[in-house]
């Protein structure tokens, strides 16, 4: 059962697909294959009804209280720390990250709902940064289009490549006992499971998805794009196709889930896999294949006002709906 999604009228073309028959392990209803094209210029916002000057809005309410500017300040843009000495003892190596804080991040001493962004193999903690994310939440923020959010972008480091499981320390154990407590330590951060999501390109995304099916307590939302799974990849316990296919605790687990990837992209067939065993346990999750595009740098840029956008879905979007700082995290 695929989750129904919203269809953004800058998406060219998308295809959704409902999948539950890929898996041969599976049971067999015919996958389903919904095309939507961008509503045909049939409806050119039909000028049949030119009526608003009907009710003319009273100039009583010139520009409704400007909703643009919802921070107290009149900073334009987020801004993008980096933290370039971050020891692991657990990896043993330099981990450093970077983190986008929200416009008035200082003035408003709210706490911000975050995601972690994970880039891909063979690429680093500015992964993010190049395909525009921070333009994007910062436009998406003065529109009122995006909710605002802290983003963490850490660099995996050799720990994340060189697949270790436990009992050995693992890249999980790295996010979840080094770098989320510096986090929420050092920012103020919503800290429960509905306002923390984590996400990944590639690699990334196969971290993302193993480290938020073993701990939906956590992580309540989980983004992969392009995320890379093989049958051999990481033991059963942690491999998303296998945990898709097994973990008995996923139907009550309530984790939003969103994949992504080009049709030409090779890691989709693996993704189909994963996609078509949730579907046949009836567990809700998006997945997306977009017409244009591959495994690539220019791919995921085209698409990062999307990912934010599905993170941030249910996140408030006025700075006034969030918990203070003075108060710990609800």
Not at 68 to 75: G, L, R, S
Not at 145 to 151: S, W
Not at 206 to 216: C, E, G, K, T, V
Not at 290 to 316: C, I, M, Q
């Amino acid at each position: 059962m695929l989750m129904r999604l919203k269809i953004n009228t800058f998406i060219p073309l998308i295809v959704l697909l409902v999948l539950a028959g890929c898996d041969p392990m599976a049971p067999q209803p015919t996958p389903q294959v919904i095309i939507i094209t961008p509503p045909p210029s049939s409806t050119p916002v039909s000028t049949s009804t030119p009526t608003p000057t009907h009710t003319p809005l009273p100039t009583s309410t010139p520009d409704a209280t400007a909703t643009p500017t919802p921070f107290p300040c009149e900073t334009d843009g987020g801004t993008m720390l980096a933290f370039d000495e971050f020891r692991s003892e657990i990896a043993g190596e330099n981990l450093r990250y970077r983190v986008y804080i929200p416009p008035c991040y200082l003035e408003t001493q709210k706490r911000y709902p975050y995601a972690i962004l994970l880039h891909g193999q063979g690429s680093d903690e500015k992964q993010w940064d190049a395909l525009g994310v921070d333009d994007a939440l910062d436009q998406g923020i003065r529109l009122g289009a995006l909710a605002p959010m802290i983003l963490v972008m850490p660099y995996t480091g050799s720990i994340a490549n060189r697949d270790p499981f436990p009992p050995d320390p693992t890249y999980e154990d790295v996010i979840l006992d080094e770098l989320m407590p510096a986090i929420e330590r050092d920012f103020c951060t919503w800290s429960d499971r509905d306002h923390r999501a984590i996400g990944g390109i590639s690699r990334g995304g196969f971290w993302s998805y193993s480290i938020a099916l073993r701990h939906p307590d956590i992580f309540g939302i989980v983004g992969g794009h392009s995320a890379v799974f093989a049958e051999n990849n990481a033991p059963p316990t942690s491999n998303p196709l296998d945990l898709s296919l097994n973990a008995s605790f996923l139907e009550e687990a309530n984790l939003r889930m969103y994949l992504d990837n080009a049709a030409s992209d090779i890691a989709g067939t693996e993704l189909e896999v994963f996609s078509s065993r949730l579907s046949s346990r009836g567990i809700p999750h998006t997945y997306i294949i977009h017409p244009v595009g591959d495994h690539s740098d220019d791919y995921w840029s085209a698409h990062v006002s999307e990912y934010l956008e599905f993170y941030a879905k249910s996140w408030p979007h006025e700075v006034a709906d969030l918990p203070t700082c003075l108060d710990p995290s609800p």
